[in-house]
């Protein structure tokens, strides 16, 4: 059984930072294409950092957290991080974390975690 189990979520301010883990069980974070998503109250969950099964390919969808957010993976750990830097008050969201067999984490990955809430207090 798959399970995708995050970690670090919390309350910050304005300006702080926050390091997300999610360590797997059941799956192979290597084999696996790997991401965070988030979700604000009233919106979507969308893609905000991805990291290629190789992980030769980082890419952050969200263009507001570029050079902010820094995704990576510990294979001994079987764990992926993201490193959440210079927070703002709209960075506030449940971020859940995913798995997917393509090469290239989609939409719709075919595991996720359980989410934890960030939230940013200005």
């Known amino acids: 059984q798959v399970q995708l189990v995050e970690s670090g979520g919390g309350l910050v301010q304005a300006g702080g930072s926050l390091r997300l883990s999610c360590t797997a069980s059941?799956?192979?974070?290597?084999?696996?294409?790997m991401g965070w998503f988030r979700q604000a109250p009233g919106k979507e969950r969308d893609i905000v950092a991805r990291?290629?099964?190789?992980?030769?390919?980082?890419?952050y969808a969200d263009s507001s957290v570029k050079g902010l957010f820094a995704i990576s993976r510990d294979n001994a750990k079987n764990t992926v991080y993201l490193q959440m830097n210079s927070l703002k008050p709209e960075d506030t969201a449940v971020y859940y974390c995913?798995?997917?067999?393509?090469?290239?984490?989609?939409?719709?990955?075919?595991?996720w975690g359980q989410g934890t809430q960030v939230t940013v207090s200005s």
């Open positions: 995913a798995a997917d067999r393509a090469s290239v984490l989609g939409l719709r990955p075919d595991y």
């Open positions: 059941g799956l192979t974070v290597s084999s696996y294409s």
């Open positions: 990291i290629g099964r190789s992980g030769g390919m980082i890419n």
